[in-house]
């Protein structure tokens, strides 16, 4: 059973700073696009941001330029740099990993972690 533990959540406060990290299983993290996904009270699941090897970054319009996904290939683990947070920000993130060609929905998700930005 594919299985990806994710960690770093927590409380912060606006305009601050957090890290998620996601590690994977090495036999799907090389070929696999590795995304970030969060979930509001009561709203839907939405794309965060996604890292493929070869088909690069994507990012929702409301994270582009305070958020950071990138990868560590020897450590089959990717990351998530969040800055200048919001209190819109505050979800539950999950990792996924799914094939390229196919929707999210279908692939692998970790448990997921909360992210709690206020004062």
């Known amino acids: 059973q594919v299985q990806l533990v994710e960690s770093g959540g927590g409380l912060v406060e606006p305009g601050g700073s957090l890290r998620l990290s996601c590690l994977a299983p090495?036999?799907?993290?090389?070929?696999?696009?590795m995304g970030w996904f969060r979930q509001a009270p009561g709203q839907e699941r939405d794309l965060v941001a996604t890292?493929?090897?070869?088909?690069?970054?994507k990012y929702a319009d409301s994270v582009k330029g305070r958020f950071t996904i990138s990868r560590d290939n020897d450590k089959n683990t990717v990351y998530l740099q969040m800055n200048s947070l919001r209190s819109e920000d505050t979800a539950v993130y999950y990792c996924?990993?799914?094939?390229?060609?196919?929707?999210?929905?279908?692939?692998?998700w970790g448990q997921g972690t909360q992210v709690t930005v206020s004062s």
């Open positions: 890292i493929h090897s070869r088909a690069g970054t």
């Open positions: 090495r036999s799907i993290f090389s070929v696999y696009t």
């Open positions: 996924a990993a799914y094939s390229p060609d196919r929707n999210p929905e279908t692939g692998y």
